[in-house]
């Protein structure tokens, strides 16, 4: 089992920045993969970023160059650092790992960009 509690989430005007944190209940050192997905209001959840375990990242084309996910394995707590941030930005954030062959949530944060 993992607990995942995201934290980090808020309200940001176009251009600015924030950062997110994604704290597991374990050792993240094992943990093949971990990222963060969003759900817009009325949209579909979507796949954001995501980094392994060997520290390979991958980025959705809408976020690349602007987000940046990265993990602490002495903290198990994931970042993703958002510059430039844009009112399409706007949505429930969330955690997942992916562990033994199961994916687990965290609960999301809200993310709000203002114009």
């Known amino acids: 089992q993992v607990q995942l509690v995201e934290s980090g989430g808020g309200l940001v005007q176009a251009g600015g920045s924030l950062r997110l944190s994604c704290a597991a209940s374990?050792?993240?050192?094992?943990?093949?993969?971990m990222g963060w997905y969003r759900q817009a209001p009325g949209k579909q959840r979507e796949w954001v970023t995501s980094?392994?375990?060997?520290?390979?990242?991958n980025y959705a084309d809408a976020v690349k160059g602007r987000f940046t996910i990265s993990r602490d394995n002495a903290k198990n707590t994931v970042y993703l650092q958002m510059n430039s941030a844009q009112p399409e930005d706007t949505a429930i954030y969330y955690c997942?790992?992916?562990?033994?062959?199961?994916?687990?949530w965290g609960q999301g944060t809200q993310v709000t960009v203002s114009s």
């Open positions: 374990r050792s993240i050192l094992g943990i093949n993969a």
């Open positions: 980094i392994t375990s060997g520290g390979i990242t």
């Open positions: 997942y790992a992916s562990w033994m062959n199961r994916i687990y």
